[in-house]
């Protein structure tokens, strides 16, 4: 399974559009990127997927170069309940291999 | 998305003894996996539990430590037996090939455990 590398923790003040980056060099042609949220005392809630180019959804932005070594969630305008940790993943869709790897996610913390 | 439950929510056991938590999952799935999260880390994969045969487990955790039951594709449990206190941990029922959404992975709200 791809190894991923993310900052550890990141600031943000509160309306302000976050940017988290994702470093996954070994990412195989099966792989889809996916990004998960979690709050304390709480699982981990999906926020989005892609395999490349740009995804969006209500909540998030993925952005995946050409060469797929890496991606970057956005988050538009924060508030305070963006507070979080913020995993990114690799790993294939389909067969016995279909699990995720969580890596040490990123830490944000948004203040007014 | 996946509506997924786990039993108990909490609990405060004494060492040497053994928890179920189960994992209940609002339609079928085709992969049903368990996860612990130690106190302040990321989450470690256990096992995947098959259904209709012994759950695969992944290096460092053991079938007579962590006994694993599917049997069905809705249901789960994650037996922690002989329980110490270095099993205090938040232990999470997550799935895959959810009718929602296929491809996503949906994780349960955890069981929160405290062995004294």
């Known amino acids: 399974l791809a190894k991923t590398t993310q900052p550890i923790s990141m600031d943000s003040y509160e309306g302000q559009e976050v940017n988290i980056t994702c470093s996954h060099n070994?990412?195989?042609?099966?792989?889809?990127i996916t990004w998960y949220q979690q709050f304390p005392s709480q699982g981990p809630r999906f926020i989005i997927q892609?395999?490349?180019t740009k995804v969006t959804n209500e909540v998030a932005s993925l952005f995946i170069p050409a060469d797929r070594k890496s991606s970057t969630l956005s988050l538009p305008r924060v508030s305070l309940s963006d507070t979080a940790v913020y995993y990114c993943?690799?790993?294939?869709?389909?067969?016995?291999?279909?699990?995720?790897?969580f890596g040490t996610g990123t830490r944000l913390q948004v203040t007014l | 998305s996946a509506v997924i439950s786990q039993k108990p929510s909490r609990d405060i056991c004494q060492r040497g003894t053994s928890l179920t938590i189960q994992c209940q999952v609002d339609?079928?799935?085709?992969?049903m996996f368990w996860y612990r999260q130690q106190p302040g880390q990321s989450l470690t994969l256990i096992a995947t539990?098959?259904?209709?045969?012994?759950?695969?487990?992944e290096s460092g955790f053991v079938i007579d430590k962590f006994p694993i039951s599917r049997p069905n594709l809705t249901f789960s449990t994650l037996t922690v037996s002989n329980m110490s206190p270095e099993d205090s941990s938040i232990y999470l029922c997550?799935?895959?090939?959810?009718?929602?959404?296929?491809?996503?992975?949906?994780f349960g709200p955890g069981t929160r455990l405290l062995v004294l």
């Open positions: 997550s799935v895959k090939g959810h009718v929602s959404r296929s491809e996503t992975q949906y």
């Open positions: 070994n990412i195989a042609t099966n792989d889809y």
């Open positions: 892609g395999y490349k």
């Open positions: 993943l690799v790993g294939t869709n389909t067969g016995t291999a279909s699990k995720l790897t």
């Open positions: 339609s079928q799935v085709t992969m």
């Open positions: 539990a098959n259904q209709g045969s012994e759950a695969t487990y």
